[in-house]
């Protein structure tokens, strides 16, 4: 007992010298073990409360209570930790005990009332604050407390009255005086507020102060605004912004306020200096960018909208604002951007959906963008106005089918509106225009079908002018769809009158392609130099001026020109593609694939920019990259339902490309898919059982030739690809057959010539196919794949040396096929020169570094040539691509080959019983093994392995005359010396 009162002591002493946390761990042991003791309990309790560990506190003072359950002390701290824990029951029942025995309390009545108000008891809890408010009336604490209540009973003027007497007894505490100000602004006193807040703010002396002292500053400049007094206001916040330099909103404020003086350069320095504080906040970038545009600072303007646009926006109103500010800064597209995205977030209905596709389709997004629409078109009713959006929103998505449905329902559903009409018109032109310049560099069925449109949107016009429409405009979409016939310079006279009525940038552009057709490229330059004084990043005029400058020759210039329109920020995905072919009609490649990558980052699921951008991919060698722009094309234009031609070329085009990477499966595949589309191209039935005859299904490859030669029987290259099938089929009058025959059809045709040679070489008759690859010389002497087929036909013939001679022009660092380096290595090896065997496998093995049979054979050219080690690498090389046991047992053949030439019998011998083990039927191992034993001097063994050899090959002269020799050995090495 003694200890734990010292304990206690100790402990207490702690909490009065400020460290609760050391009279914890005073206390806690001798708590644990002395639970009656309730000063211990207590002293503990209180270092808990001290530390704000409430729930324990709590606890320790419930203990300490079961010994002294009357301790005043213990009562109140008790109902003051249950309080703090939200036990509210328990605390209101520990208060009213307290209050028993004190009822004048302040303190504790005010507690009980928090308690009861937490309970929901407030008519209870408003009786102890006006108990507490009446034990302590100078207390401005219960008094705001008591205000508050009464505001709770709907009491205003009481309320007030209460923070009156609080302020009064607190008159330079800041928090009462704003309470009172609050309140005072609320009823209406705005004046009396203003007062208040100022000496609010004058209170305001310490940095604990300081988000309050702001507080006062910011109310009093909006209540001399709510006045109507401008000036006052003004003034305010410029003192709330000198005050506060680092406030944010301060300085956003006072930024609004200047502008409604008419201030706006330096509203927009306010709202730029609000930015800067808050840099993720739109609402001041977007502030400082209506300001600067009041101001006439436009660059400004754009510097502002384009920071509020990479910050990531969600409400519709800062949205809508971005969008109206770009609208106001002549950037058309990105406003529509916004404003689209705007809608999209204030909710979904019809109108906003509509909105959402057209946004969707301006950004790439054409799968969500057709799902999207389609929905909208499913509805029972649709506004006109919804699906004139719809429709657009379809056409920009290269839903071109839905989107004429949807155009032709909106035109029949008018009877009196020729402007909607016109609308529609619009936007089916410049879906026209842009299509028509997306033929630049296409084959025509890579291009897209364009009649049924357009057919629909001279109807169309031909519908407005009917019903009111202005006949200017009409009659220009008129000369404009002209232009875009097989005939576009019919259209001259009709763009010239209407330009002369209402000039266009759209119909001087279009004007000006058609003075293009007619060969009149200076009026073209002078019409698009016109477009491009008022707009010098003008996508389209410059794309056409593009076009003028390939005739005469201006390249740089226009090149500068475009380059620099490209770096401007605000073009959409359209823009960068006409930039780009822009660039395919100067002929500069890397910049035309730069521009179509960036379109493709704006609109990535646009097919024909992806099979554009392929296109000039292959065309500098990048096939890796054209085959992933290849695919994606084709896997979008399935997903799109391109029509079948276009869909059919490009999967034909990624047919090829899969080819050239030597994927013949994925080749033949896509080329069949190409012909279930468009069975009728002879050429593709040509390529498919090229890939067919590569991938070895011979079957297959003459199935393919003859539906090519049945679709077009004057054409040699099915013939040859026949015979090929039927020289691997080992049918050799058919080869014949089909190789005569293309001969025929085409007496120059090289690659029938040297097919037929191959044919006359796999028969035999060296000089029949030497005659025929000659004469194939005599057309095209510098063939290198004619020269290599003569080297081989010579080399079969038995004559290395001409071979030769005939092949080594084509070693060079640009000969990257395997199978002629190989050729050559042998034919190196049968002249006994082994380095330039070795030199000729060894590029063999870098173009193929997967091939076992290549690998192999540089090993044994290495040990034959006398280059053991190299030959023990390249052998170790071939271990690892060895898949078959014979394989296996080959590499560990040459490898005890290169050990026995050593004289490394041990090593000899282990390669060579290893081959054992994965060939046992081979006897050269057995008789090798042998040869190795007998250099260790192990006859038996060896008598065993020689015995094996003629076991299993009889007529193995040299394992029968081995068997002899080590007889005879082993009986000399068992007589005695």
């Known amino acids: 007992t003694q200890n734990s009162e010292l304990i206690t002591r100790l402990g207490n002493c702690c909490l009065e010298l400020g460290q609760p946390a050391a009279a914890i761990a005073v206390l806690a042991p001798a708590a644990e073990n002395n639970l009656d003791d309730a000063g211990l309990q207590s002293a503990i309790g209180a270092a808990y409360a001290a530390t704000g560990l409430w729930e324990e506190a709590l606890l320790s003072f419930e203990q300490a209570l079961r010994t002294a359950p009357q301790d005043a002390q213990l009562l109140r701290w008790a109902a003051t930790a249950a309080a703090a824990v939200q036990r509210y029951p328990q605390a209101i029942e520990i208060l009213q005990q307290v209050l028993q025995a004190e ?26 604050y006006l108990r507490a408010a009446d034990l302590a009336p100078h207390d401005a604490k219960h008094l705001v407390v008591l205000g508050d209540s009464w505001l709770g009973t709907g009491s205003q003027p009481l309320a007030i009255a209460a923070y009156e007497r609080a302020a009064l007894a607190a008159p330079r505490n800041p928090a009462v005086l704003v309470t009172l100000a609050e309140a005072q602004l609320n009823a209406g006193n705005t004046q009396a507020a203003i007062e208040t807040f100022t000496s609010a703010a004058t209170a305001c002396t310490n940095d604990e102060h300081t988000g309050l002292h702001a507080k006062c500053l910011r109310r009093i400049a909006e209540s001399w605004a709510a006045l109507g007094n401008n000036d006052r206001a003004l003034d305010a916040w410029k003192a709330a912004a000198e005050t506060f330099p680092t406030d944010a909103a301060i300085h956003s404020a006072l930024g609004n306020s200047l502008m409604a003086v008419g201030r706006a350069a330096d509203s927009q320095a306010a709202h730029a200096t609000a930015a800067r504080l808050e840099r993720t906040q739109p609402i001041h970038l977007l502030a400082a960018a209506k300001a600067a545009i009041a101001a006439g600072d436009s660059a400004a303007s754009n510097i502002f909208a384009q920071q509020a646009a990479n910050l990531p926006l969600e409400q519709p109103e800062e949205l809508g604002t971005l969008g109206h500010l770009h609208h106001q800064l002549g950037d058309v597209q ?56 719809t429709a657009s929103a379809l056409l920009r998505a290269g839903d071109a089918t839905n989107a004429m449905r949807a155009f032709e329902t909106l035109a029949a559903g008018i009877d009196a509106d020729g402007t909607l009409v016109m609308q529609a018109v619009a936007e089916i032109l410049a879906h026209l225009e842009a299509a028509h310049d997306e033929c630049t560099a296409l084959s025509a069925m890579e291009q897209p079908d364009l009649s049924a449109l357009t057919a629909f949107a001279q109807r169309a016009a031909n519908r407005a002018q009917v019903l009111g429409a202005d006949t200017g405009l009409v009659h220009a979409a008129l000369g404009r769809l002209q232009t875009l016939s097989p005939d576009p310079t019919s259209a001259i006279p009709t763009l010239e009158r209407s330009l002369q009525t209402r000039y266009a940038p759209e119909v001087a552009c279009a004007l000006a392609g058609a003075k293009v057709a007619a060969g009149d490229t200076a009026a073209a330059v002078q019409l698009l130099d016109a477009v491009l004084t008022t707009n010098a990043h003008h996508p389209r005029a410059l794309m056409l001026l593009a076009r003028c400058a390939a005739s005469t020759g201006d390249f740089e210039s226009t090149a500068a020109s475009i380059i620099a329109a490209a770096s401007h920020p605000a073009h959409n995905a359209l823009a960068h593609f006409q930039f780009a072919l822009a660039h395919l009609h100067l002929d500069a490649t890397p910049d035309c694939i730069a521009q179509l990558e960036q379109a493709l980052r704006l609109a990535p699921e646009h097919a024909g920019w992806h099979f554009h951008l392929a296109l000039q991919q292959e065309s500098i060698g990048e096939h890796q990259a054209a085959l992933a722009h290849y ?30 990477d030597g994927d013949l499966a994925t080749a033949r595949r896509e080329y069949l898919k190409a012909l279930s589309l468009m069975p009728g191209i002879a050429a593709w039935w040509v390529a498919a059982g090229s890939a067919a005859l590569g991938m070895q299904d011979t079957t297959a490859a003459a199935q393919d030739f003859e539906k090519a030669i049945a679709l077009d ?57 030497l005659q025929v690859l000659d004469q194939a010389l005599s057309f095209n002497p510098q063939s290198a794949p004619i020269q290599i087929a003569k080297a081989r036909v010579l080399a079969q013939a038995g004559r290395p040396l001409p071979a030769l001679e005939l092949l080594t022009p084509h070693l060079g660092d640009a000969c990257n096929d395997a199978g002629v380096w190989a050729f050559a290595g042998e034919l190196y ?55 078959a046991s014979s394989e296996q047992a080959a590499v560990l053949t040459e490898a005890g080959l290169v050990f026995e030439a050593r004289r490394q019998y041990d090593r000899a011998f282990k390669s060579f019983s290893q081959a054992i083990e994965c060939a046992p039927q081979q006897p050269d191992n057995y008789f090798r093994a042998g040869l190795a034993l007998k250099g260790l001097k192990d006859y038996a063994e060896a008598l065993t392995m020689f015995q094996k050899a003629v076991t299993l090959d009889p007529k193995h002269r040299e394992a029968h005359r081995q068997l002899a020799t080590v007889s005879a050995l082993g009986l000399m090495s068992t007589v005695p010396a």
Do not use: W
Not at 650 to 659: E, G, I, N
Not at 847 to 874: E, S, V, W, Y
């Open 334 to 389: 990105k406003a529509l951007e916004f404003h689209h995205r705007a809608c999209a977030a204030a909710g979904d209905n019809p109108g906003s959906r509509a909105t959402l596709a057209l946004a969707l389709a301006d950004a790439g997004e054409f799968a969500e963008c057709t799902s999207t629409a389609r929905d909208l078109l499913a509805l029972p009713e649709i506004p006109t106005g919804v699906l004139l959006k």
């Open 103 to 128: 009822p004048d309390n302040a303190e504790f009545q005010a507690l009980l009332g928090r308690c009861l108000e937490a309970t929901g008891e407030k008519a209870a809890a408003h009786t102890a």
């Open 713 to 769: 029987p004057l054409a040699a290259a099915p013939h040859v690809g026949c015979m090929q099938a039927m020289l691997a089929d080992g049918d050799m009058a058919a080869a014949e057959r089909h190789a005569l025959t293309a001969i025929k059809i085409a007496p120059s045709n090289t690659e029938a010539l040297l097919a037929l040679g191959g044919l006359f070489a796999a028969r035999g008759a060296h000089n029949n196919a």
């Open 829 to 883: 090896a049968g002249q006994e020169l082994f380095p330039e065997s070795i030199a000729a496998y060894e590029h063999t093995t870098e173009i193929m570094p997967l091939d076992f049979t290549h690998q192999l054979r540089l090993g044994q050219l290495c040990r034959i040539g006398g280059q053991p080690d190299k030959a023990i690498t390249n052998l170790e090389r071939a271990q690892t691509l060895a898949a």
């Open 631 to 660: 695919q994606q094309a084709v896997h979008l234009g399935r997903q799109q339902q391109l029509h079948a031609r276009r869909l059919a070329a490009f999967t034909a085009r990624l047919a090829a490309a899969a080819q050239t």
